[in-house]
């Protein structure tokens, strides 16, 4: 019976294990699936946090080259032509600074000449603009802005500060080309046409206006042709009218088309009026600049070429576009050391004592600081076909000195002879003797005449015509020269000093 009993309980027993490993078996892949789902779940909170820690490292690159871009984008879409002309043109614009020594004298000095009463000195300081246009260091600004200067500096937009050096003035047009030295090729503006400007049309000025460097003003052309008449019969006339804000520092300045081009040089304000400016165009300083940067007014040596200048160059048909990389020789005086070398008009110098002239500022870069009579070798392309010839500058003659003499005013002198000298009551030579005079020419007007015996050139004694060809050298358009003049009267001699107007 126990037995029988024990029996039917193990039985009971495994068959309630069957009937449970049978339900285990049932919802087995349930609980795998549950038990999944918290692995998951626990992987996903460990990736979740592993996000939270390191998401702003990942995002922030992503957001940070997404914002730059953006910044990039907004910054072309806000881009105009102005803002693309200052970024163009700034790097080659300057401001300048300049310091003049003045004199003012003592009416009571003439009258006591006494030392308290003796002239005195004083340091002005003033600013204006110019602009680069070889990358050599050539610059062209106002004549007015640096014709007085003891010392003048010029100030880049990328804060280098250099000298200035003088090398011509035409105060006539009120030009003036100065050179800085750099130890690497400056950025240089290109000088464009100003023959085709339209009223309307918009321009871009840059300058230095009350000291403020690097200053972009935009306006647009209001008229052309203007004439602007100063003191003492000064006239300016053909220049460009223009509504962009200059002021006093801009003088100077370029003056842009959209294009980046330089279509004038700003010059002059109506004080009693507000948006009224003037500039000097762009085809008249290209027509100066061969006068300008001519070897033979700036050095005083005998050349005896012309230059085209980019006038010139531009004139060319297209077949000779190549030749641009040179300077067009314009004109050959003959007998003079150019024609001597075998130079004709319209030879092309492509390079000049082993230095290559891509245009006739080169070439004056060159010829400026060649010694005198060293034969230079030039290579020359006449009708496209390369040639080479070799050319020695010469020091100038007293024919070129009276040449000069005559072409600025209109006078020809002569060394004192020991007859002349005698006749004079001089017991040696204290001037050069008028010996013409130019009808209306600049001397006629301040009353020089034939006779009368030159003594001092500009604040020098000049004793000798060879004494005189230096000085000569320096004159320019437009200055006004001292002349001290001896004559004889009744009553003896006679000094007078006179102002005469280099034309």
Partial sequence: MNGELRIAKSELHRADYERSAFKFKAI????NRRAARARLGRLAGCALAMLTVFAPALI???RAQSGERSREQSRAARE??????FAQASPAVVNLSTTQIVTVRDPLNEIFNMPMFAPRRYQTHSVGSGFIIHPDGFLVTNAHVVAQAAECKALFADGRELPVEEVAIDRAHDIAVMRVRAEQPLPALRLGRSDDLMPGEAVVA????MGL????TTGIVSALNRELKFGRGVTYDGLIQIDAPINPGNSGGPLLNVLGEVIGVNSAIRGDAQNIGFAIPADRVCALLPELLDVERVRGVSLGAKFEGPAGLKSQPASTADLSHGVRVRAVEPGSPAAKAGLAAGDVITEI????????IDAFGVLRTAPTGRAMPLRVLRDGKPRQVKLALEPQSGIE???VLWARFGLRLADLKPDEMKRLGMSRALGLLVKEVQNGSPAARVGIAPGHVITMFGGWPVESLEKLAPLLAQVNRGDGIPFRILQITVEGWSRDDVIVAAR
Avoid: E, F
């Fill in 28 to 31: 087995a892949p349930a609980l």
């Fill in 60 to 62: 922030a690159p992503a």
């Fill in 80 to 85: 105009t032509p102005v803002s693309r002309v």
């Fill in 206 to 209: 840059i300058g230095n206006p």
């Fill in 213 to 216: 460097g690097h200053t972009v």
């Fill in 353 to 360: 004592d082993g230095t290559a002239t891509r245009d006739y």
């Fill in 401 to 403: 000195t009276q040449k």
